[in-house]
């Protein structure tokens, strides 16, 4: 059974960093693109970053990049986002996402159940 | 970025009706689509992918067609449990994109 269980959510001010984690079971994360997509309290979904299967090339959203990186460990199964210079507008429910295949043409067909960042002096 | 455009925005309905919410996409993106349901407080649940591939386990009352910029989510004989906002997400090049979300209530 596919699971993904993040942590590392908080209180942050604006500014502070943060590392979101994403622990995986049930398949092996690096042979599966997994994706980072946020949602702000009441709003929609946004994609914030992607990594690959093989290979592990990364992508961002515009909206981050510079101060976002998102990365995995294979030997832990588990998938991270560091979060620096953190913004009001970056307050939001962050799911780790898995993908159907290892590439980016793909769609996400398993969520996570999110962590909360609130960015708040 | 590919701009996603949803509509409607909301509306209301009733158990039984059959529901069209379509998705446009600013630029062509094949049969790159997916659509995704999300309940108050849970994860999104992926319905449909390459624009109208049903997910294992969803229910057949859900359909998708579509391709290229324009694309439409059905549902027939809407269901209790269909009350919920419905995105579509192109995955067709990054950065991924989602539309703004249409929210089915109930009437």
């Known amino acids: 059974e596919v699971q993904l269980l993040e942590s590392g959510g908080a209180l942050v001010q604006p500014g502070g960093s943060l590392r979101l984690s994403c622990v995986a079971s049930?398949?092996?994360?690096?042979?599966?693109?997994m994706s980072w997509v946020r949602q702000a309290p009441g709003k929609g979904l946004e994609w914030v970053s992607g990594i690959s299967g093989r290979g592990g090339n990364t992508y961002y959203a515009d909206s981050v990049k510079g101060r976002i990186i998102i990365s995995r460990d294979d030997s832990k199964s588990t998938l991270y986002l560091q979060m620096n210079s953190l913004r009001a507008e970056d307050t939001a429910v962050y799911y780790c996402a898995k993908s159907v295949g290892s590439t980016s043409s793909v769609a996400i067909d398993f969520w996570g159940q999110g962590t909360l960042v609130t960015v708040s002096s | 970025a590919i701009r996603m455009t949803q509509s409607p925005s909301s509306f209301s309905a009733s158990t039984g009706d059959r529901v069209n919410i379509t998705c446009r996409a600013s630029?062509?993106?094949?049969?790159?689509l997916a659509w995704y349901q999300q309940k108050p407080g849970k994860a999104p649940k992926l319905l449909i992918s390459a624009a109208s591939t049903l997910q294992s386990g969803v229910p057949s009352r859900f359909s998708g067609s579509g391709s290229g910029t324009d694309f439409t989510l059905t549902i027939n004989c809407l269901q209790s449990e269909d009350f919920a906002t419905y995105f579509c997400h192109q995955y067709y090049t990054y950065p991924w994109t989602f539309g703004q979300g249409t929210k089915v209530e109930t009437k």
């Open positions: 049930g398949f092996t994360l690096n042979t599966y693109a």
């Open positions: 630029q062509g993106i094949s049969v790159y």
